[in-house]
């Protein structure tokens, strides 16, 4: 038999102490003060075990607009958190599992004798949005009307700006889900005259009415209420691009006016306003470029080049781009250098080469091929680690300049998952670099390897049918001219990759662009983001290609050498390219041992 609820009487008066006080509160308050609360119980009961519990829950479930992703339950509410367990069972903190419909009645009880309007909203809302995925029962209009009239009572008693707008607009959509005209009317009566606030403040949260009305038919706006808040960001464009002003000079305030008329002008075809609006934003962030030094010039002129560009003026998207270019390159004199030192033990490093170069040449060279192979499971596991080591840089996207220009740009680990793969991966080849030189050097010393022996070994199974410039590269690489060895050897390695393509029999040449009837060759890009082919290579065959060759937010060695780029040339980075040569000899074993 399950047991009635009864609320801890250290938990009732918490709720009681909210019900009667004057003062302004959040339903994050009272959560924290029942979790208090809770804490300090001795010896409870079943049933005051299960009160304390549906308290907790009432007030620890979140608003559904700040949950990442949908409601796991298809409500409003939401948890306020999730993680799997070892058993891969996804946990939600909290939970509504164990819940039923005492809970519900609870909280039903509780909206309909208790006072305070936030309080009341609270209960009166979980009611009406979980009680169909916890009892399997309708959903009771009544409660819903109860949310919404107590939503709109709370407001006055909400000191942040925040809190209030979301409290009105939830009243606004409970309303116009049960289709109250009347609610409806005085929900958006309350939003309009919120939003008359946020424009006198000029502080922000301007954009809440604007977002949920303009667009929105089923509310009951009017045309003027329409173009008034029209008006009003047309006149926070102004505002925030007074250039003269610098206490109210704004450009990504500027820019957020900006993006939302042109939503809106670009609905009804109004041309001439998008442009002009793209124009300010490019104009705003034009003269910010010149308030501060080259290195944030150089980050927000783009969004200049591409405001002129959109607002259809390329002469001036063209010198916006040129000054860009010349803040780039003014910016990289300035960039600091960090510099960190690892300790290697001379008998750690002596260990791992006797290991390397025992047994034979070919041995040897299939150890050193897999031995620095990057492992994909294992850099994503420390991708996602930064989450926990180093949260801050974990969350910070970043550019890579290269030049003149803005080579590539790492969002976040969350929004950027495979940036932060391929940046990790170019780390760690770098870091690899000096056992890699050590493995190689051994190699050459212990077995008297000479290009003639690592020529033929990346040419094991194939896949070059002139030898030449393979061989004048490596050659290189052995006399020590590290410039010519990068420049012959790196197309080698595209050669190299594109025959492994025929091998897996994959086509290797694609329509021109531009010309019918002619085809030219596969480039590395079409062959590691081919998602077909990326599966037949392998995980860790295609990242390092990709990391080591083809992708801008790597080393992107290929693209670097075919269009000139390269800026310097290092033994280490040459060492890199060897090693690709004695991967190409065992590619095939690589690459099933991922599957």
Not at 258 to 286: G, M
Request: contains cysteine.
């Amino acid at each position: 038999m399950h047991p009635d609820i009864v609320v801890p009487t250290a938990i009732e008066a918490v709720i009681r102490n909210y019900d009667s006080t004057e003062l302004s509160f959040t339903a994050l308050d009272v959560q924290q003060a029942i979790g208090t609360a809770r804490s300090s119980l001795q010896n409870p009961s079943e049933a005051e075990n299960l009160g304390a519990w549906v308290e907790t829950l009432a007030f620890s479930l979140t608003d559904g607009r700040d949950y990442a992703g949908a409601s796991p339950w298809g409500t409003f509410f939401c948890p306020m958190g999730s993680g799997t367990d070892e058993d891969g069972q996804v946990r939600y903190f909290p939970d509504i599992a164990g819940a039923d419909a005492r809970v519900i009645t609870h909280w039903s009880n509780r909206a309909k004798t208790i006072s305070h309007p936030v309080l009341k909203a609270r209960y009166a809302d979980l009611v009406w949005d979980m009680c169909t995925v916890i009892y399997g029962t309708r959903r009771d209009p009544e409660m819903a009307r109860l949310a919404i009239d107590a939503y709109l009572a709370s407001v006055a008693k909400l000191n942040e700006l925040h809190d209030r707008f979301t409290t009105i607009l939830r009243a606004l959509d409970l309303a116009s889900l049960i289709r109250d005209r009347e609610r409806v009317e005085l929900a958006r009566a309350a939003l309009l005259q919120l939003h008359r606030e946020a424009m006198d403040r000029r502080e922000g949260l301007w954009w809440f009415a604007f977002d949920r009305l303009i667009a929105d038919k089923n509310v009951g706006v009017t045309e003027e209420e329409r173009q008034k808040l029209i008006a009003d960001l047309e006149e926070l464009v102004i505002y925030f691009g007074d250039t003269s002003t610098p206490k109210s000079f704004n450009p990504h305030a500027l820019q957020d006016a900006a993006k939302r008329l042109v939503r809106h002008y670009t609905r009804l075809d109004r041309s001439s306003d998008v442009k002009r609006l793209h124009e300010a934003v490019a104009r705003a962030f034009e003269h910010f470029a010149g308030l501060g030094n080259a290195m944030l010039a150089s980050a927000v002129l783009q969004t200049a080049v591409n405001a002129y560009r959109d607002a259809g003026l390329s002469e001036e998207s063209k010198r916006a781009r040129i000054q860009m270019q010349e803040k780039i390159g003014q910016a990289r004199e300035n960039i600091g250098t960090i510099e960190s030192e690892i300790r290697i033990l001379r008998e750690d490093m002596e260990e791992f080469l006797k290991a390397i170069a025992a047994g034979d040449l070919g041995s040897t060279f299939v150890r050193i091929a897999a031995n620095f192979l990057p492992k994909r499971h294992l850099l994503e596991e420390a991708v996602q680690k930064s989450m926990e080591h180093t949260p801050l840089m974990a969350l910070m996207p970043h550019m890579i300049i290269a030049g003149d220009h803005v080579a590539a740009k790492v969002g976040s680990v969350p929004d950027d998952p495979l940036g932060r793969l391929v940046e990790q991966t170019r780390m760690d080849l770098g870091f690899s670099g000096i056992w890699l030189q050590g493995a190689l050097q051994q190699t050459i010393d212990t077995h008297e390897a000479t290009p003639e022996h690592f020529v033929s070994w990346a040419n094991r199974l194939g896949l070059f049918d002139d030898l030449t410039f393979l061989l004048e590269g490596v050659r290189a690489w052995f006399a020590s001219d590290l410039i010519k060895a990068v420049h012959v050897l790196v197309p080698q390695v595209e050669k190299g990759l594109r025959n492994i393509t025929a091998q897996l029999g994959k086509p290797v040449t694609k329509s021109h662009p531009s010309i019918a009837g002619v085809s030219v060759t596969i480039n590395m890009g079409d062959i590691l983001y081919s998602k077909e082919l990326a599966e037949l290579l392998g995980p860790d065959l295609t990242l390092y290609f990709l990391a080591l060759y083809a992708d801008p937010r790597g080393m992107n060695l290929r693209n670097c050498v075919a269009h000139g780029q390269l800026e310097s040339v290092t033994s280490s980075l040459v060492q890199l390219i060897i090693h690709t040569l004695l991967v190409f000899g065992v590619w095939k074993e690589l690459a099933e041992r991922q599957r």
